[in-house]
Every structure is written in C-alpha cells, then in structure tokens.
C-alpha cells in the first residue's frame, strides 16, 4: 500500500513533455566550443577528431614510398641546396636546387667528362633509416653513404629505374654524406631521406586560447600494425611541446588520461609511423577538459542528518555464506549474533519479491503464519 502511494505520487509529479537527456551535467569538452581547429601533418578529414563521433576518423598520409619528399618535418633532406650542402664534381651546377625542393617534377643534369659525381652532406652524422631517389640515369648510378672513415655501397641503380622511385635501407650507421656515381651523365629529379625518429605524424587540435588541461580523452586506434609510438603533447604556444603521457595505439575504445593540471593551448597525438609503403593511421576523436574530466567539480560534502538506522538496511533472514536460515544461527557467533550490537542500530528488509509476485497482491502473512508461507 505505502508502495503503490509513492508510485503515485512520483508518476504525478513527472511533467510529461521534458525529454531524456543522457548527457545532463556533463561538462562540455574544450574541443566542442566552436572556436578549435585542427591540423595535421598530413592526410585527410582532420576536424573529424572534434566533431563529437568516436566513429569518424582523420586519416594521416602515406610517408612510404616517396609521399614525405615534400614534408621538410620528416624529409631529413629536404630544401639542403639552399644551405650549401650539394656538390657536383662537374663545373655546371644550375638547377642543382632540384634534388631537394621536393617533387619529382623537376630534375638536376649531373654530366662531367669521365665519371660524374654528386654528394649531399648531411649537417651532422645521421643514422637514415631509408634513402629515395628518383631519376633518370644513362648507365649504373652507385649509391653510397658516407660514414666516418669509411663509405657504404649501398646499390646500383641503373635505366630500368629511369623515372621512378627507389628506396634504399642504409645500414644502423652515422651516415655524413650521400654520394652518386656514375661514369655516364644522370638526372637527379629528387634526392630524400627519413632518419632515426622515420615518419611521423601528428593531429593537433588549437583549442582557441590558454585552457586548464587535466584531463584528455582520446579514442586513438591507429590501424593494424600501423605505428610502433604514440604520445599525446600539450603546448601553449606550439613551439616546445610537453610529452604528458604515451598511449597505446592498439586501444579500441576511447580512453581518458589524466595528466598533471597545467595551462595548454594546443593538444597533439604523435605517431611514429612503421615504415611500409602506404602505410596510415588515424585518430577518432579528441576531448579535453581541466583535472575535474567531464563530470565538472565534485559536489561539496555536507553533514547527513539522517541517523544510521535510517541509511543502513541489513537482510537479516538468510544466513549468507553459512546456507541457513539466520533464525537457525542463533547460537552460533557468524549467524545474527556477531551484527547484534550493529543490527539494532538499522532497519531490517528483505526483498518484496520473496513474499509476493506483485505488489499489488496481499502476502497473505495469515497463511504464513500458518506454515504455509506467502503469496509468492
Ligand atoms: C678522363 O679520364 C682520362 C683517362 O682515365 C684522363 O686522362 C682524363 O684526365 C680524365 N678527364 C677528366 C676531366 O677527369
Ligand atoms: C642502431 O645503433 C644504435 C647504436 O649503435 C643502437 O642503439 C640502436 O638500437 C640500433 N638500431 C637498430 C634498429 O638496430
Ligand atoms: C665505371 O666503369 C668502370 C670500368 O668499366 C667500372 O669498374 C665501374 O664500376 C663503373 N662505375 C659505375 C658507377 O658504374
Ligand atoms: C609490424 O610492422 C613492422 C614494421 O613494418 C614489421 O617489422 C612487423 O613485422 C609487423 N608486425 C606484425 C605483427 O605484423
């Protein structure tokens, strides 16, 4: 009876138009305030990561086999003409600046009388993970990295090659300089090379200003085997970045990272790429709020007024754990006895469902008390 009165009385107080809302009293991301954007290093669909759907992704660019030539952030050789670091043994050097601006449309003549010779120096000694050279070439082109003390052969390139682009894997050594030679005259159209740290790629969402950032959510797979690294950064000014955290790049589902609370403007997850040729990754979404996360400041604790019996209920019918009635315990310390002292501070209860299907139905305790239990 008292039951059927709360219901009552709860289904009148409920207005009846007010739609559910399962987001109530979450707290809106740093992401979602409309005044964000994205970049990345490469690829497509980059404000993807910020528009509320873990199920749409960026997808980065392809560094293998030649797409990062024009990418002076991974592209180790990239624009070095322009810092005096090539040389040809012959006496014409126009156009040299070809090898390194970055595509493949443009080309260098290295012609000399006998053997024709073209070297880059690398600014300091560089471990290169892949060289790429395109060109067209009228006998064998030898290509060689130069260690201290010692040169490398690392392969003969020759006219079937004309054209196209050919990668070739250096050996773990501190690499000085790249040299190509070949006793006729080549073209070089691009000359280009990863080192140690190999692709990466990176998404960073601007947030607009200086946030507090404590928390960051990010679902972040990256693809099967598609990277052997991945961090998340933070920035205020996108310049010197701080790694706050390395993530998982396998994790399926969106994850939360709390990091140590301090002022970002920008968040970026960096990806170190495995290098197979075409090989991508891609980043779903990225949420960011202080070290409060989505459910805001906890709510300030205040005293109870209620008393303990009033909180506490304890099902003292079923002896847990010891398969009897707790009526069949009495002499026993584990039965009602051991919460004796605790038990008449609370309310006792059992579950409705023990006495009746509905609670609609009388439990008909008469009968009970006959012996021959309740209604249900
Ligand atoms: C070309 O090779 C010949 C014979 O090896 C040599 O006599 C000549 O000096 C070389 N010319 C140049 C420009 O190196
Ligand atoms: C390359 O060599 C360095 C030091 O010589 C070593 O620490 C590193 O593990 C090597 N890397 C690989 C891929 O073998
Ligand atoms: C140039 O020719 C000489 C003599 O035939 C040969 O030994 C050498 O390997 C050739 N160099 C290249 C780069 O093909
Ligand atoms: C993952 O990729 C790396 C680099 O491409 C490769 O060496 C490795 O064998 C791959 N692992 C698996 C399990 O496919």
């Not at 060289?131 to 690392?154: C, E, Q, R, T």
């Not at 949420?287 to 604790?301: F, K, L, M």
């Not at 039965?335 to 006792?348: D, E, F, I, V, W």
Request: hydrophobic share 35%.
């Amino acid at each position: 009876m008292k039951i059927r009165l709360l219901i009552a009385a709860f289904t009148a107080c409920l207005p009846t138009s007010i739609a559910w809302d399962p987001d109530a009293g979450l707290m809106v991301s740093y992401t979602k305030s409309a005044i964000e954007s994205v970049s990345s290093t490469s690829g497509s669909y980059m404000e993807r990561v910020i528009d509320g759907d873990d199920n749409t992704n960026w997808v980065s660019g392809s560094c293998l086999p030649n797409f990062y030539m024009n990418r002076p952030d991974v592209n180790v050789l990239f624009g070095k003409f322009h810092e005096g670091k090539c040389a040809v043994n012959g006496v014409d050097a126009l156009n040299m600046d070809h090898v390194t601006d970055g595509t493949p449309y443009t080309s260098f003549d290295v012609h000399s009388f006998n053997k024709s010779v073209f070297s880059l120096t690398l600014d300091s000694p560089t471990i290169l993970h892949v060289i790429s050279l395109s060109g067209k070439y009228n006998d064998d082109v030898h290509l060689y990295a130069v260690a201290s003390g010692s040169k490398h052969f690392l392969q003969a390139i020759g006219t079937s090659s004309n054209y196209q682009n050919v990668n070739t894997f250096p050996p773990n050594v501190s690499i000085t300089a790249i040299e190509l030679v070949s006793n006729s005259s080549f073209n070089i159209n691009e000359l280009s090379a990863l080192a140690e740290n190999g692709c990466i790629e990176r998404i960073t969402v601007d947030l607009g200003a200086n946030k507090h950032v404590g928390t960051v959510r990010t679902r972040h797979w990256a693809g099967t085997n598609s990277t052997s690294h991945l961090v998340l950064m933070l920035s205020t000014d996108r310049k010197s970045w701080k790694t706050v955290a390395e993530l998982d790049p396998n994790t399926l589902r969106a994850i939360t990272t709390s990091v140590s609370s301090q002022v970002a403007r920008y968040i970026a997850m960096e990806y170190t790429v495995n290098l197979r040729n075409y090989n991508k990754v891609y980043c779903y979404e990225i949420d960011a709020w202080d070290e409060h996360g989505a459910w805001g400041p906890p709510i300030a604790s205040k005293p109870q007024t209620k008393t303990f019996r009033e909180l506490l209920g304890v099902n003292g019918i079923w002896g847990w754990g010891t398969q009897k009635y707790s009526s069949q315990l009495t002499n026993d310390m584990s039965g009602p006895l051991l919460y004796n002292k605790l038990a008449s501070h609370a309310r006792n209860y059992h579950n409705l469902n023990w006495d009746v299907t509905d609670p609609d139905t009388d439990p008909e305790y008469s009968e009970m008390a006959a012996g021959r239990g309740t209604q249900a």
